[in-house]
T-cell receptor
Framework: NAGVMQNPRHLVRRRGQEARLRCSPMKGHSHVYWYRQLPEEGLKFMVYLQKENIIDESGMPKERFSAEFPKEGPSILRIQQVVRGDSAAYFC?????????????FGSGTQLSVL | TQLLEQSPQFLSIQEGENLTVYCNSSSVFSSLQWYRQEPGEGPVLLVTVVTGGEVKKLKRLTFQFGDARKDSSLHITAAQPGDTGLYLCADDQAGTALIFGKGTTLSVSS
């Protein structure tokens, strides 16, 4: 039973390019969360999605960032026109259901470096 | 907005020593979770505590939840190099995403 799969593990982009980060949740999980982690800043919530729906995007910057979780295929976090400040580790987590007590399973993350 | 404060921020100890790290919240926890994150990997859940005063043990790790459900501690007995990592506490509120503290970075040298 594969865990949460994220790819690529490392992504290098030049300023102004687009970054696409993919996340395949665990089998049977329909809830996906994206977090961003900067050194010494902990994990910051970005967006929470269910299949075909964005449930909570309160942590996501209003511009350049978007996320989707289509009926078929992985969840995608898309960053347009990347800037150096977007460099960070981006983690995806999945759970079978929302809310208190549900265990979140995290992927190994995508390390985005913007040159 | 809830704030989770973790202390110390960094801890470097020798193998065999005991240690305690802390997590304090600006408001009552709904459900507190402790995670460990190793370099280059995602966090892995260690334990969930819900009831004030609750104590849970996981081998050499002891987790305590404060009576008022606003603070928690993680005690490690006889630390080993394999305990090295970032220890994160998080509040799991129903219907919303986990809120994490900034973590304690633990380094155990042999």
């Amino acid at each position: 039973n594969a865990g949460v799969m994220q790819n690529p593990r490392h992504l290098v982009r030049r300023r102004g390019q687009e970054a696409r980060l993919r996340c395949s949740p665990m089998k049977g999980h329909s809830h996906v969360y994206w977090y961003r982690q900067l050194p010494e800043e902990g994990l910051k919530f970005m967006v929470y999605l269910q299949k075909e729906n964005i449930i909570d995007e309160s942590g996501m910057p209003k511009e350049r960032f978007s996320a989707e979780f289509p009926k078929e295929g992985p969840s995608i976090l898309r960053i347009q026109q990347v800037v150096r400040g977007d460099s960070a580790a981006y983690f995806c987590a999945s759970s079978p259901a929302p809310g208190a007590g549900e265990k979140l399973f995290f992927g190994s993350g995508t390390q985005l470096s913007v040159l | 907005t809830q704030l989770l404060e973790q202390s110390p921020q960094f801890l470097s100890i020798q193998e065999g020593e005991n240690l305690t790290v802390y997590c304090n919240s600006s408001s009552v926890f709904s459900s507190l979770q402790w995670y460990r994150q190793e370099p280059g990997e995602g966090p892995v859940l260690l334990v969930t505590v819900v009831t004030g005063g609750e104590v849970k043990k996981l081998k050499r790790l002891t987790f305590q939840f404060g009576d008022a459900r606003k603070d928690s501690s993680l005690h490690i007995t006889a630390a080993q190099p394999g305990d090295t990592g970032l220890y994160l506490c998080a509040d799991d509120q129903a219907g919303t995403a986990l809120i994490f503290g900034k973590g304690t970075t633990l380094s155990v040298s042999s």
